[in-house]
């Protein structure tokens, strides 16, 4: 399990695009969905946690799972949701990762390489995005909003985000 601690809030939605942009991380509509919906508030204190990066099959699923699965997985081990606002920071974090395997979207799959930031979904409607991956595509940096259903099934060998401990306002 590889952890690390994400640094996250202070900007306005507005700020944080800019600043996304200018560090030429390249956003899909759904993540821009995500980012100005109504419903997702951004943090105005500058705070911090730290998030594990774990594989469902380590999890114990060795046959894959559901969002839910994982969820009561993960509880088991002491790993919480993030918040879905560390997703847009978290791609800040993971600069060096790993190009995926395929160039190319495969239909009703996770991405290879991808890492999904494990976060509580903004709306049960199953037309609107649930939350967030970061993947590295032909060299670029992306943050890309996902859909799936309740019955999904999560490979074994699918990579996720998940907070460690409660955050804390930071200094820094």
Not at 117 to 130: N, Q, R
Request: one cysteine or more; a negative charge; charged letters at 20%.
């Amino acid at each position: 399990m590889l952890i690390k601690e994400i640094h996250y809030g202070g900007l306005s939605k507005e700020q944080l695009l800019d600043r996304l942009k200018s560090s030429t991380i390249q956003l899909n509509a759904f993540a821009e969905i995500l980012l100005f919906s109504p419903d997702f508030a951004m943090s105005t204190v500058k705070q911090s946690l730290s998030v594990a990066e774990i594989t469902v099959g380590t999890l114990g699923l060795k046959q894959g799972g559901t969002l839910d699965q994982i969820r009561q997985q993960a509880s088991r081990i002491g790993l919480m949701p993030c918040p879905l606002e560390t997703a847009f920071y978290s791609r800040f974090y993971y600069d060096d990762q790993e190009q995926g395997t395929e160039a190319t979207e495969v239909k009703n799959q996770n991405p290879p390489g991808s890492i999904v930031i494990f976060s509580e979904p903004l709306s049960a409607d199953h037309t609107f995005p649930k939350g967030l991956y970061l993947r590295k595509i032909n060299g670029e940096l992306w943050l890309r909003g996902y859909r799936c259903s309740e019955d999904y099934i999560w490979a074994p060998a699918d990579t996720f985000l998940f907070q460690l401990n409660r955050p804390s306002d930071s200094k820094s």
